[in-house]
T-cell receptor, first 110, second 117 residues
Framework: KQEVTQIPAALSVPEGENLVLNCSFT??????LQWFRQDPGKGLTSLLL?????REQTSGRLNASLDKSSGRSTLYIAASQPGDSATYLC?????????FGTGTRLLVSP | GAGVSQSPRYKVAKRGQDVALRCDPI?????LFWYQQALGQGPEFLTY????????KSGLPSDRFFAERPEGSVSTLKIQRTQQEDSAVYLC???????????????FGPGTRLTVL
């Protein structure tokens, strides 16, 4: 059974810092991995989707890497801004579903 | 609209009441998923439809939960005799392809926050 873990559970940083969020999964036979953002009271916004054949994916200040063999992915946020404050979730496909981690709550202070 | 929509956005129910939550997927999307997200947790899978066929309902927590998608578009998640432990955000997602192991990107709606008093 696929299990997904995210650390840290919460992170508080001052504006401008670069930061790394971690995601690990127990079954390395994944097809892809997706990072989401969730604002309080809102649904999920897809940030990046990395196919298993890729090692990283970039979108603006976000860079996600994938190491299937070690069962890990990282989300790197450069030059963090207060608007980045949200919960970040990673997810991998199980059979006909997504399996999510519990998320990292990020607070970026001005 | 261009995205997945859900209604109502918020629902307060007294314990024992029945509730119905609606999901309008992106037009043309074959697959539709329901997830339950408890406070401080990641979403947990409830059920999956491919067109009108419910192919997986293994995540439904009890027989009080029922989902349907009769015409392969709009879906309704019904919870009978609600209990306090049913309080959560219910998320709907859709994807274009039929999925299976090689899941295509899922697009999520804003969710319905259910509070059972």
């Amino acid at each position: 059974k696929q299990e997904v873990t995210q650390i840290p559970a919460a992170l508080s940083v001052p504006e401008g810092e670069n930061l790394v969020l971690n995601c690990s999964f127990t079954d390395s036979a994944i097809y892809n991995l997706q990072w989401f953002r969730q604002d309080p009271g809102k649904g999920l916004t897809s940030l990046l989707l990395i196919q298993s054949s890729q090692r990283e994916q970039t979108s603006g200040r976000l860079n996600a890497s994938l190491d299937k063999s070690s069962g890990r992915s990282t989300l790197y946020i450069a030059a963090s801004q207060p608007g980045d404050s949200a919960t970040y979730l990673c997810a991998v496909p199980g059979f006909q579903k997504l399996v999510f981690g519990t998320g990292t709550r990020l607070l970026v202070s001005p | 609209g261009a995205g997945v929509s859900q209604s109502p956005r918020y629902k307060v129910a007294k314990r024992g009441q029945d509730v119905a939550l609606r999901c309008d997927p992106i037009s043309g999307h074959v697959s539709l998923f329901w997830y339950q997200q408890a406070l401080g947790q990641g979403p947990e899978f409830l059920t999956y439809f491919q067109n009108e066929a419910q192919l997986d309902k293994s995540g439904l927590p009890s027989d009080r939960f029922f989902a349907e998608r009769p015409e392969g578009s709009v879906s309704t998640l019904k919870i009978q005799r609600t209990q306090q432990e049913d309080s959560a955000v219910y998320l709907c997602a859709s994807s274009f392809a039929s999925g299976s192991f090689g899941l295509d990107e899922q697009f999520f709606g804003p969710g319905t926050r259910l509070t059972v008093l």
